[in-house]
C-alpha cells in the first residue's frame, strides 16, 4: 500500500452528500459564494477541526508522559538548583 503525500490527496476529489441544517449553510453562504466555495470551505473546517483533534491526543499523551515521568524530571529540576546556588558563607 503506498501512502501519498496531502498535498497530492488534495488535488483528488471524491464527490458526497452531507446533510445540513439551513441555518448552518446560511452561515456556511454567508463567508462563501457558490458551491465550488461552500464546498471549499466546508473541507477547510473539517481539515482545520481534525487538525485541532489530532494536537489535542498528542498534548493529551505528552501530559500522561510528563505526569509519569514527574517525579523523575522535578528531581532533576531540583538536582540542578542545588548546583546553582552559591555556597553559604
Do not use: C
Amino acid at each position: 500500500m503506498r501512502i501519498l503525500p496531502w498535498w497530492y490527496l488534495g488535488g483528488m476529489k471524491i464527490k458526497t452528500s452531507v446533510t445540513l441544517s439551513k441555518e448552518l449553510v446560511a452561515l456556511i453562504d454567508s463567508h462563501t459564494e457558490g458551491e465550488a466555495n461552500r464546498s471549499a470551505f466546508i473541507e477547510l473546517a473539517v481539515r482545520t477541526y481534525l487538525q485541532i483533534l489530532r494536537r489535542k491526543e498528542r498534548d493529551q499523551s505528552d501530559l500522561r508522559t510528563i505526569n509519569r515521568l514527574s517525579r523523575r524530571l522535578n528531581k532533576e529540576a531540583e538536582d540542578v538548583l542545588d548546583y546553582q546556588q552559591e555556597p553559604s558563607r
